[in-house]
């Protein structure tokens, strides 16, 4: 008896095997486990391990870690770049992002503000540190997962200074309550 899976240079002993352990198996529900769509739940993280997802624990939701690893092809494509950094925000639902780069070399001409993030001279020791300014209220823990994200994503060469979301505040409507769950705007 001919096995297709046998190949060409296959000894007797090989298809006397082939032929008495005839294994009837059903692979059917194996044929969408590769798929972020159609994985079953269970093995959702065997998937994001496999494509190589960061910090496929910090989404909330199924959805946010299926969106995590059918982008995460799109995301290593683009890691180190600005795209990738926003994108990883998006998908976990944290909203828009700016990115503010390089801390020194601005002119006291009163086109930017003296604050804690630009630095005023010359020196060029800061080009590398950046900050994210985030358009949505995030809580701690939210803050942290979003800085292992942003350690795995950006680029080994930059270093994050803040993740400020002082454009959100977190103002007196009952929302967020002072119990150390949300910051008053910089993490």
Not at 34 to 46: E, N, Q, R, S
Not at 68 to 96: D, M, P, W, Y
Request: proline letters at 4%; hydrophobic letters at 40%; one cysteine or more.
């Amino acid at each position: 008896m001919s096995h297709p899976l046998l190949p060409p240079n296959a000894t007797a002993l090989d298809s006397a095997l082939a032929t008495a352990t005839t294994i009837d198996l059903d692979t059917t529900g194996l044929r969408g486990i590769g798929a972020a769509t159609t994985c079953p739940a269970p093995a959702l993280p065997w998937l994001a391990w496999e494509r190589s997802v960061e910090n496929f624990d910090a989404a909330a939701t199924e959805d946010k870690q299926r969106a995590l690893i059918r982008a995460s092809v799109n995301v290593h494509q683009h890691k180190g770049t600005v795209a990738a950094v926003r994108e990883v925000f998006r998908l976990l639902g944290l909203g828009e992002v700016t990115l503010e780069m390089g801390r020194s070399g601005f002119k006291r001409d009163g086109t930017r503000r003296r604050a804690d993030f630009y630095k005023r001279g010359t020196r060029s020791d800061n080009w590398a540190e950046y900050r994210v300014i985030c358009y949505s209220l995030l809580t701690v823990q939210q803050a942290t997962i979003a800085r292992q994200l942003l350690a795995d994503i950006a680029p080994a060469r930059c270093h994050l200074h803040s993740i400020d979301f002082s454009q959100a505040a977190l103002v007196r409507n009952g929302y967020g309550k002072r119990a150390g769950t949300f910051t008053r705007g910089k993490n």
